[in-house]
């Protein structure tokens, strides 16, 4: 099963705060007490650290089906590696479990897929608490991991879950097998290894942000989005109305906006006055013709309160009785939204399942914004959805679209740094990148490589013009901040030192 001897002579470099091998002792107040002897000196057993960190960076899939957990790993070589756990009346097989990596990965999924290893299963909570005190994202960026690794509460964290790792592999034997192991259909219970919800149920349900919105637009939805600028709220409405083959109309949220911006007007021709829609007047005429139609409210708080009003009346829904009695002739069975025009004697109406109406907004006192959101108005979205930054997996696709993959690494790694970096954080930056200030700056690092410059080069350029500017406070002389702008230089310059991609 374990070898001890390959677990403790092991080298990694992955948690450099406690170092990466030799004898390195752990204090009596983080030993395990599944030490049956309760022995004075526990040393850190390498391997169980080097697949603690393996999952908190993201680099370990897992999918549970029934009583069977499938884990992907890599090698050294980079090469995949499936392991297995299965359990049968209380016993446990394991398949490709290897010596010295490989079953620590196996016993923290047992714990947080099977329910089981109380002890591990607290203190890797304990854990993912500590790391996301100190503004850690999951999964970690390696730059990322290594930082945090010498903060004292995340440093106390992983000596405690290790020493009970070790001793897990000491307590508890297991069949083993060497055999060929199918891949699932998706490893969608990857983000529950670090304090995610499954990606999918046991059912084959998409429990994903879009498959759970998309579910409900496909008969009509309310939904709010919160979240922080930048975190794909406005796109993932895009996509869930563009997969449901919906008409898609947009407006967004703004001081000093007037009613006709929002709802429309009457506008003055050749031939008379005549009705003008806005975009909100539009989206119900379009499903009033019965045209499946997404209304995206983008910035929802930037409203004033008297728009805001308007919504909390259109959102309400009339039975076709009490339609038939506003306007005084037969409408098919179902529910309604109404929306009086000012000015223009018409009521419009559109039935509920074909209008979904998906706003937006962010989260927190740092934006400006137009008061809170009225409880009368909270209550009738049907969803409200809290959404932060994708995960790495997610986005890197739409990065690598614009750039090379080791560009786009770099880039994201420096997105994820500059969440730790802002004043919020104690730190110097106005605000962090998101994924829009990512993608500018992966355009121009594009146009710079075209031009002739190397991407060390590139990516030091690109970022005085896109993120720097966006990051950055100005002075009283209309500069950005130097101690500020210094501070992202050289964060790009820690990530060209780690290895990241390959402008190392």
């Not at 109406?349 to 914004?369: H, K, P």
């Amino acid at each position: 099963m374990i070898d001890s001897k390959r677990v403790f002579s092991h080298t990694c470099t992955l948690f450099p705060g406690i170092g990466t091998k030799g004898r390195v002792m752990i204090a009596p107040l983080l030993h395990s007490r599944l030490d049956p002897k309760a022995a004075q000196a526990h040393l850190v057993p390498w391997g169980a650290l080097e697949a603690a960190c393996q999952v908190l960076l993201g680099r370990v899939g897992a999918a549970l089906e029934g009583d069977t957990i499938t884990l992907e790993c890599h090698n050294k070589a980079g090469q995949p590696l499936r392991l297995q756990t299965k359990r049968e009346s209380g016993q446990f097989t394991w398949g490709n479990a290897g010596t010295t990596v490989r079953p620590y990965l196996l016993f923290i999924a047992e714990s947080l897929l099977f329910g089981i290893h109380g002890e591990l299963s607290t203190r890797w909570a304990d854990l993912l608490q500590a790391l996301k005190s100190q503004g850690v994202t999951f999964p970690v960026e390696q730059p990322v991991l290594a930082s945090a690794s010498h903060t004292p509460s995340v440093k106390e964290a992983m000596y405690a879950v290790v020493d009970t790792l070790y001793y897990l592999g000491k307590l508890n034997s297991r069949s083993e097998l060497e055999t060929d192991i199918p891949e699932p259909h998706s490893w969608h219970h990857t983000p529950v290894l670090y304090g995610g919800r499954p990606n999918v149920s046991a059912a084959g349900v998409d429990l994903s942000d879009e498959g759970r919105l998309l579910r409900r637009a496909a008969s009509g939805v309310r939904a709010l989005l919160v979240g922080p600028t930048g975190c794909g709220k406005t796109e993932l409405g895009k996509r869930v109305g563009l997969k449901v083959g919906a008409r898609l109309v947009n407006i967004k949220g703004r001081p000093g906006m007037e009613d006709r911006d929002m709802i429309g007007f009457v506008s003055i021709k050749a031939t008379g006055p005549a009705w003008a829609d806005g975009p909100l007047a539009r989206a119900v005429r379009c499903a009033q013709s019965g045209q499946r139609t997404v209304l995206l409210v983008d910035k929802l708080l930037r409203f004033d309160l008297y728009h805001r009003n308007v919504f909390i009346g259109m959102l309400d829904e009339l039975s076709a009785e009490e339609l038939q009695a506003a306007l005084g002739h037969d409408v098919p069975a179902g529910q309604y939204y109404v929306l009086e025009l000012p000015g223009a004697d018409e009521v419009l109406y559109a039935r509920t399942d074909l209008l979904s109406v998906i706003c937006t907004t962010n989260a927190g006192a740092s934006y400006a914004q137009s008061g809170e959101i009225d409880p009368a108005l909270l209550r009738r979205f049907q969803r409200v959805m809290f959404m932060t930054y994708p995960e790495e997996q997610a986005i890197m696709p739409k990065y690598e679209q614009t750039c090379s993959k080791s560009t786009a690494k770099v880039a994201y790694a420096l997105e994820v740094a500059s969440r730790k970096m802002t004043q919020a954080e104690r730190q110097l930056l106005a605000r962090p990148m998101n994924i829009g200030v990512t993608l500018n700056y992966l355009t121009e690092v594009r146009e710079l490589l075209a031009a002739g410059l190397s991407e060390t080069a590139a990516l030091r350029e690109a970022l005085e013009v896109t993120v720097i500017p966006f990051c950055v406070e100005l002075t009283e002389e209309g500069e950005p901040d130097h101690a500020a702008a210094e501070s992202l230089r050289k964060t790009l310059e820690k990530l060209f030192r780690s290895g990241i991609g390959k402008a190392a």
